[in-house]
Every structure is written in structure tokens, then in C-alpha cells.
């Protein structure tokens, strides 16, 4: 048990070294002069490779059981739980903004001739 | 997977238990009626709470009836009480109307219905079907109680504070609800403490269900009802947040300034709203409707549950399709969270994700449909006892239908948009939930009120309380079809007598007011009944219905820890009329001769 | 009867319930910060102009927190690990250190909020600032609850180590659990309100 426990030291310092080199890359990939939507692709790529690690060894996701074995189609509970749950995160974060692409004239502003103007954008 | 003959052993032996939870007895009043960690007392506590807020809701659309049947009228006995701002001599204020609108959906759906369905049948009955000594987690059981509790009373005391209760309907619509009066900060703010409270309680739903079932007992014999109340706990699990981040971005819209709703440009009654501007009232409603859709599934699904169980004890045989319920009821939960714009179909969404939405939601009808059917089908070569909850369950079947079959015009994008909006809207929604949910529920409360109390509700008492409800709402709820086709429009104070496309169906209000008011003075059998039973009630030993869940192998009531020994699940749910059984149902817990096949998961 | 599996694991779900319990939490927890972030991409989308990041705030101290917030997850898992080998000083060690940094983020935080305020920007200044309030302040009070749990733990919470080794190793990788996600959610918050 104890030998069990000190591999998985030795790998929480690996992350952690990890987690480090990718927070400064983070940073320092924020200074690439590339247009939004490129940044924020690449700014996901990296948080999402730190929180993977974060999720796989410091939460042990890797580790938890699948009472039926993955070549019948288990993938555990908490497992099972996490993907339905990551996608109605993606269906919350996308069909709004969906549904404010695909739209019948704009409703964002008011015209009213006492309000500030603001200039509609127009690719949206 | 231990077989089942051994399961016995390990279930006492090898489990090394935490003693933290292990009751103790002559607590005092406090801890035994009040701060209670027992599922049981808990249940009871909601469900007590529950009936409480549904009567009150019930009480102020008895009011609005009146203000709709007869506007201007002075409202007779009460009007006097209400007060100057609410109904100077006895008149309603538009004011006032609002607030009743507003508070009415709001009492019902989240502290009426959902705490009397989940928090109540589901905290009672949920452990004692899976033949547990309680929740996974009574400590944070009875948390969850007394987290919903504060935020029942905040709403309640918001129709105290000046500018009233929250009115800007339970859908709280900015613009609207962020220039609304304090009520509506407070309607935020309950809303908070009822999240949280239902969040901590589905946690303990899936944990218990998944964890605590007994020896033998595998996911594919457990009643209908907890996989019911197992889906219930996910939807809940999972779409109320987005609704509690909604609320605290509007609470700061309305409290700090912010604009996360509110758009550029806006003007208010006194001039330009003060604040940056740069938000999006329709975020507010994609929140909102993200978590309120699957809110609908959370009121229907026990109550299917409810009946299912209902149904197979009083026909004597297994309901029919176990394992096609079981996938459309999963189905159904997870399509509920894809189809909630079909309540925004008006907003002027482009017809790319008004189709998506559209066909996300005649989809969705399908689960709907093969549930209600497989229920009825049920019924075919049954012997039906005619039993105060059966009576319920009955007539659920056919009013669930009615709901059902009414929302599809109003989940296809074209015919929705005559009818957006409009009584048609109203009639619908509440089929499902009122001849619906409420009347299953209500089986519910007699089939188990001997298992809680050890006494029966009187049939007679309660076959008065089911006909003249299940009369009386009928003619409260068919006659908005008529008025919702016709255009008459929801939400308007006056009944809609300003209107010339209304004169026709005008007279409706008066019919749909006398149903109202009728089905009101029904309820006074099932009060009586219910409180009377509790004392007076004719006694019944354990399992009165002659049922076959592990609940009933438990004495009525259960004592705390519920079962002597840890139950043996040796068949599955609904074992009535077995060929070659020496009686007519064969309880889940009652070992036979034959070995039993070791549960699968 | 008493409720099983708070120490042992059930032999079909390879669980205990605490551990079932809290990953269902954390899923709520995505939900309720998937809403913000979904409030975020759409208020972004609709502004006719967004500030950078970078120089509304301050990046290094941002950073500098970021370092601090993982670095507390670090000494959680070893806080963890530490009971796993039977060790309870170890454990109070790390588990001080823990909220040590916990307490230093805030800290931090504090400054940058005092900062912005002091140069006229709060949350009903424009939306960006709205929803960057709004986030990391939500997302403090969590910082806040887990300090309160893990100071329990460190504290009175321990006796349980003396009579149930078992279920406080549990309770403490819950624990542990609840702070990898809080340390989950900024990592990509700080990118995604910082940055860019």
C-alpha cells in the first residue's frame, strides 16, 4: 500500500511540474499576435490539457472502477455521470449563442432617440 | 457480484459501518419531530409543508378566479382584508393580480408539487422500497429541508414587504422583473435557498438509489417508482444550476446595476433605465427555460412512478413493458434538456434552431407517449380493484393524455405561433400537472398513508374528495382550450373583457370561477380525511393492499432503521397472479423454495 | 440497520457514498459555472466592443495566483497521500499549507478587486467587468466554503482519525475532490478572463 501510494507521489510531482510549464505557456501564448478566435482556440487546448491532468491524477478519474468491463460497454458511474454532464455543459454554453445567431432581425438594442447610440454590428 | 446465497452473510458481516449515523433513541421533541435525520420524518415534513403551499396556491388563484369571472367586483368575505393596496373595497388591483399570477405558479410548481412529490414520497417511500435502513446522508437529508423551508418562508413574506410579492409572472421575464418591486428580489432570493435545497437532496437520491439498494436487488427489479424518482434526481441534479446563476446575475442586475439582462437603450416609465446596458434579455430566458423544462418532467415523473406502482397492485399483475418504461423514462430525461426553446419559439429565433427545437421536441413526445400507453396497456386483463388510489391512478391515464396530446400544437413552431401565450397555453400545462400529477399524487398520499400511519384513509371520504375533484377540475381546465383557441390571451387581469376576439368565450371565466371554487370545497374531504385518519383511521397491519415492494414488508410505521434485518431481494417489483403461486402476489422479499437467479446489475 | 458503505466500498459499484456523492455535486457545480461561462460567450458576442483583458487586469497577479491556486492543489493530493501512509502530521502539514495558499489567493484577489474600484471600475461599469466580478467573485465564495471545510478537517474534524482511520481519508479525498475542481475552474477562468 505504501509502495502504491509512493508511486503516485512521485507522478503528483510530474503534474505539478507539468501544471507549471503549461501556466506559463499560457501566459505566454496570450502575447501571439493571432486573431480571437484562433487565441481562444489555443487558450482551451492548453486549459483543457492542465485541467485534464487535474481531473485524471489529482482526482483520480483514471483510477475509479467500471463495475462492467469497458469491453461490454461499462465506463462506470462517476465516469458515465461526467459525459452526460459535459454535454449539457457544451449544449448550455453553444445553443444560446446558436440561438442568437440564427435570428429574425436584431433585438439587442432599442432604437429610442434618447438612449446612446450604439452601432449594430453588423455580422451579427 | 455476490450470488445470492451468500449476500445475507456479506451484507452484515464484512461491511465495517460508520456509527456516526446509528440513531439514538428519546431524543427530546427537537430532535425527533424537528431536526430529524429519519427519512421518514423528513418525508413527512415535506410533504405536510408541500400540501401546506399547494392550498395556499390554490387559495390565491381562487382569488384571481373571481377577479376573471366577475372584474371590478368587490371579492366577497376576503375583499375587505386584503387591504388598500392590494384591493381597495374589495376590488383587485391590476397590481394585486399580478402578484397572484406570479406567486400562484410559483407556490405550486416549486413549493407545492416538487417538494410533496420528490421531498415528501420520494424521501419516504424511496429508502424503504430499496430496503434501506434510510438516506446515503441523513445529516445533509435533513438540511435539505430545512434549506427549503427559510426560502418558503422568504417567499411567503414577500406579499408583506411595500410594492408586494414578485410580479412579473413565475417566469420573471427581464426587463420586466428587474424594474419590478422588491417582491421580486425576494422571489430571487428564495429561489435560492429552494435550489440549493433541491440540489442537496438529489445528491442524496442518486447515492442512496445506487448504493443503499438491498442484497438482491439489482437496478432491473427496483419499482417503477425509483427509477422515477432516479431520473427526477438527475434532471435536477443537473439543470437547476444554470436557473440559480440566472437568479444571482439578475439579483445583480436589480440590486448592483449590472446589465447582464438588460439591454442598451432601455426606457423605463421615468426615463432611461440607469445602467451600462450591453446585456441580453433572452439570456435570461435561456437560463431560465434550461432549468424550467426539465422542472416539467421533475413534476410528471414521480407521479408515473406513482401510478405505475398504483396500477400493477390494483390490476394484479406486473405492469406491462418494465424494461421499455425503464429506457423511456431514461430517454425522456435526457431528452428533456434539449428541447427548452420551444418555450421561446416567439422570440425570433431564425427557423434553424426553431426546427431544431421542434424536432427535439416531437421526439421527446414519443417516451411520453410509450410510458402512458404501456400504463394503459396494463390495465388489459387485469383484476381491477377499484380502490380509493386506484381511482386516482385511473384517472390520471386519461388526463396525462389530454396534457400530453395538447402539447403537441404547442411544440411545433407554426401552430404555436397563434397559440403562444394564450389560455390554450394554460389549459395544457395544467392538465399535465393538475388532473395529472396532483391526482396522482393524491393516490399516492391514500395507497401509502397506511404505511406511515398505520391506519387507513376513509374510502368513503375519499372516493367524495376524488369524484367531485376529478369533476370539478375538468370543468376548471377544458373550457381554456376553447378560450386559448379563440386567441384570448394569458395573464390579463381582467379576463380579457377588453378584447372584441374575446366577447365570445367571455362567459367561460364564470364556468371555469364555479369549477374553481368547487374544486376547493373538495379538498375539505381530503383535509378532514387525511387529519381525521391519523388518529381515528382503521387500523391495518403492514401491508393492507396485499403488495408485493419491500416498503410493505416493514411494519406501518417503520420504526427508525426501518427493517430488523437487511431485506433479500429475491424477484422482481411486480410478482402479482404468478402462475402456480399458492396466492396472488409474491412479496420481493419473501424467499421460495426454487433458487433465485443472482441479480444482474 | 445501519447505512453501509460509508467506509467500505459496495463490491457492484467499486463505490462509497461519499465519493459518488461529491462527484455528483462537482457535476452540478460544471452546470452552474457552464451558465456563467455561457453568459460570458454571449454577452461577448453581442457587445459592440470588448476590453482586452490584459489591460483591464492585472495579468502578473492573475498569474501569480494561478501558480498559487494550483500549487494548493499540489499540497491537497499530498495532504491525501500523507493519510494514505498512515501519516498525521504530514497530512496537518499539507493541509495547512493548503489553506495557507487558499487564504493568499484571496488575499491577492482582495487587491485586485480594491484595485479596480479604486480606478472607477465595478461591476455596473460595463458587462465585461459584470460577468469578471461576477465569476471570480462566485468562484471566491467557493475558495471560502473549501477553506471552511478543509480548516474543519485540520481541526476539530480530525478526532475522527483516532477512532474511524478509514472514513477520514475518505471524507479528506472528498474534500480533496471539491478543491481540484475549484482549482479546475479557475485554470480556465484566468485564461478566458485575462487573456483574452
Redesign the interface.
Known amino acids: ?2 509502495d502504491h ?2 508511486h ?2 512521485a507522478i ?1 510531482k510530474k503534474v ?1 511540474a507539468a ?2 510549464v503549461l ?1 506559463v505557456l ?2 505566454a501564448v ?1 502575447y501571439l499576435d493571432v486573431s ?1 478566435p484562433v ?2 482556440i489555443i ?1 482551451l487546448i ?2 483543457g490539457t ?2 485534464s491532468l ?2 485524471s491524477f ?2 483520480h478519474l483514471l483510477e ?5 468491463p469497458l469491453s461490454r460497454g461499462g465506463i ?3 465516469i458515465g ?2 459525459l ?3 454535454l ?2 457544451l ?3 453553444f ?6 445567431a ?4 436584431t ?6 432617440s ?3 447610440t ?4 453588423a455580422a ?1 | 457480484m455476490a450470488d445470492v446465497t451468500t449476500t445475507e452473510e456479506t451484507a452484515e458481516e464484512t461491511i465495517d459501518h460508520g456509527h456516526e449515523e446509528h440513531g439514538h433513541h428519546d431524543e427530546g421533541f427537537w430532535r425527533t419531530y424537528v431536526f430529524s435525520l429519519d427519512h421518514k420524518v423528513i418525508g413527512i415534513q415535506y410533504a405536510i409543508t408541500g400540501l401546506l403551499f399547494l392550498l395556499f396556491g390554490f387559495t390565491l388563484m381562487m382569488l384571481m378566479r373571481w377577479q376573471i369571472a366577475y372584474p371590478g367586483e368587490p371579492i366577497p368575505l376576503i375583499g375587505q382584508w386584503l387591504g388598500d393596496e392590494r384591493a381597495p373595497g374589495g376590488i383587485m388591483l391590476p397590481e394585486f393580480y399580478n402578484q397572484l399570477g406570479a406567486m400562484h405558479g410559483t407556490i405550486m410548481v416549486f413549493l407545492g408539487v416538487v417538494p410533496l412529490a420528490v421531498g415528501g414520497f420520494g424521501n419516504f417511500v424511496l429508502p424503504l422500497q430499496i430496503g434501506a435502513p434510510d438516506m446515503a446522508f441523513p445529516k445533509l437529508n435533513m438540511a435539505s429541508y430545512w434549506t427549503f423551508f427559510p426560502g418558503g418562508v422568504i417567499m411567503f413574506a414577500s406579499f408583506f414587504v411595500p410594492g408586494g410579492a414578485a410580479n412579473s409572472g413565475w417566469t420573471s421575464y427581464a426587463p420586466l422583473s428587474v424594474f419590478a418591486t422588491t417582491g421580486q428580489t425576494m422571489w430571487l432570493v428564495g429561489m435560492i435557498f429552494l435550489i440549493t435545497s433541491s440540489l442537496l437532496g438529489s445528491v442524496n437520491f442518486i447515492v442512496t438509489t445506487v448504493q443503499l439498494r438491498a442484497p438482491g436487488l439489482s437496478f432491473m427489479r427496483l419499482p417503477f417508482f425509483v427509477w422515477a424518482q432516479l431520473v427526477t434526481a438527475f434532471l435536477l441534479l443537473l439543470a437547476f444550476p444554470p436557473l440559480e446563476a440566472a437568479g444571482v446575475l439578475q439579483l445583480m442586475d436589480r440590486v448592483a446595476g449590472t446589465s447582464f439582462f438588460m439591454p442598451s437603450g432601455l426606457v423605463y416609465a421615468d426615463g432611461p433605465w440607469d445602467a451600462s446596458g450591453g446585456g441580453s434579455v433572452l439570456l435570461w430566458q435561456h437560463l431560465f427555460w434550461f432549468l424550467a423544462h426539465p422542472e416539467v418532467y421533475v413534476l410528471i415523473l414521480p407521479a408515473l412512478g406513482i401510478v405505475a406502482d398504483i396500477v400493477a397492485n390494483n390490476t394484479r399483475k406486473p405492469v406491462w413493458g418494465y424494461r421499455v418504461l425503464v429506457a423511456s423514462v431514461i430517454f425522456l430525461g435526457f431528452m428533456s434538456f434539449i428541447v427548452w426553446a420551444h418555450h421561446m419559439f416567439l422570440t425570433g429565433m431564425g427557423t434553424t434552431m426553431s426546427s431544431f427545437f421542434q424536432t427535439t421536441t416531437m421526439i421527446i413526445s414519443i417516451p411520453s407517449v410509450v410510458i402512458l400507453s404501456a400504463l394503459f396497456i396494463s390495465l388489459y386483463g387485469g383484476s381491477i380493484r377499484y380502490t380509493t388510489p386506484m381511482l386516482f391512478a385511473l384517472a390520471f391515464l386519461p388526463m396525462f393524455g389530454i396534457g400530453g396530446l395538447t402539447g403537441l400544437p404547442l411544440g411545433l413552431s407554426a401552430p404555436d405561433i397563434h397559440l403562444h401565450d394564450t389560455y390554450y397555453v394554460i389549459g395544457h400545462f395544467h392538465y399535465v400537472v393538475a388532473p395529472g400529477t396532483l391526482m396522482a399524487l393524491f393516490g399516492g398520499i391514500y395507497y401509502w398513508f397506511p404505511k406511515a400511519t398505520g391506519r387507513k384513509m376513509s374510502d368513503m371520504l375519499g372516493k367524495i374528495h376524488f369524484w367531485g375533484s376529478f369533476v370539478a377540475i375538468n370543468v376548471v381546465f377544458m373550457p381554456m382550450f376553447i378560450q386559448g383557441l379563440s386567441g384570448m390571451n394569458r395573464r390579463m387581469y381582467d379576463g380579457g373583457a377588453q378584447y372584441v376576439m374575446n366577447q365570445d368565450v367571455l362567459y367561460l371565466n364564470e364556468v371555469i370561477g364555479i369549477g374553481a371554487w368547487t374544486l376547493g370545497f373538495f379538498q375539505l374531504f381530503f383535509i378532514y380525511n387525511f387529519f381525521n385518519s391519523i388518529k381515528n383511521g382503521e387500523k391495518v397491519g403492514d401491508n393492507p393492499w396485499n403488495a408485493t415492494t419491500l416498503e410493505w414488508q416493514a411494519p406501518s410505521p417503520p420504526p427508525h432503521g426501518n427493517f430488523a434485518t437487511a431485506p433479500v431481494c429475491y424477484r422482481g417489483p411486480y410478482e402479482y397472479s404468478v402462475p402456480g403461486a399458492d396466492k396472488d402476489f409474491l412479496m420481493q422479499g419473501e424467499p421460495d423454495q426454487t433458487p433465485a437467479e443472482p441479480a444482474r446489475v | 440497520m445501519d447505512i453501509p458503505y460509508i467506509v467500505d466500498e459496495r463490491p457492484d459499484t467499486g463505490l462509497t457514498n461519499v465519493k459518488l456523492g461529491i462527484w455528483l455535486f462537482l457535476a452540478s457545480e460544471v452546470m452552474l459555472f457552464g451558465a456563467l461561462f455561457s453568459s460570458y460567450v454571449l454577452l461577448r458576442l453581442i457587445a459592440p466592443d470588448w476590453p482586452v483583458g490584459a489591460e483591464v487586469l492585472n495579468v502578473p497577479m492573475g498569474t501569480f495566483n494561478t501558480a498559487v491556486l494550483i500549487g494548493s492543489s499540489v499540497t491537497m493530493v499530498f495532504a491525501y497521500a500523507s493519510l494514505q501512509m498512515d501519516n498525521l502530521a504530514g497530512f496537518k502539514k499539507f493541509m495547512g499549507i493548503t489553506i495557507g495558499l487558499s487564504l493568499l489567493f484571496m488575499v491577492v484577489k482582495g487587491f485586485e478587486y480594491n484595485h479596480e474600484f479604486e480606478i472607477g471600475n465595478f461591476p455596473w461599469t460595463n458587462t465585461y467587468l459584470a460577468i469578471y466580478f461576477t465569476m471570480t467573485g462566485l468562484h471566491a465564495l467557493h475558495i471560502i466554503g473549501g477553506v471552511v471545510v478543509n480548516a474543519y478537517f485540520l481541526g476539530p474534524g480530525s478526532k475522527l482519525w483516532e477512532t474511524n482511520k478509514t472514513q477520514f481519508t475518505n471524507r479528506i479525498e472528498a474534500a480533496g475532490l471539491y478543491w481540484h475542481f475549484v482549482d479546475l475552474v479557475w485554470i480556465f477562468l484566468f485564461p478566458i478572463l485575462y487573456l483574452l
Not at chain 1, 433585438?107 to 429610442?112: E, I, Q, R, S, V
Not at chain 1, 450604439?118 to 454590428?121: D, G, M, N
Request: net charge positive.
Open positions: 500500500m505504501s501510494v509512493q503516485h507521489i503528483y505539478a501544471l507549471a501556466t499560457t501566459v496570450s480571437v487565441a481562444v487558450a492548453i486549459a492542465k485541467g487535474v481531473l489529482f482526482m475509479e472502477k467500471k463495475p462492467v462506470g458511474l462517476i455521470s461526467l452526460v454532464t459535459a449539457f455543459f449544449v448550455v454554453i445553443i444560446p449563442i446558436f440561438g442568437h440564427d435570428k429574425v432581425g433585438y439587442f438594442t432599442l432604437p429610442n434618447n438612449a446612446p450604439v452601432e449594430t454590428p451579427h
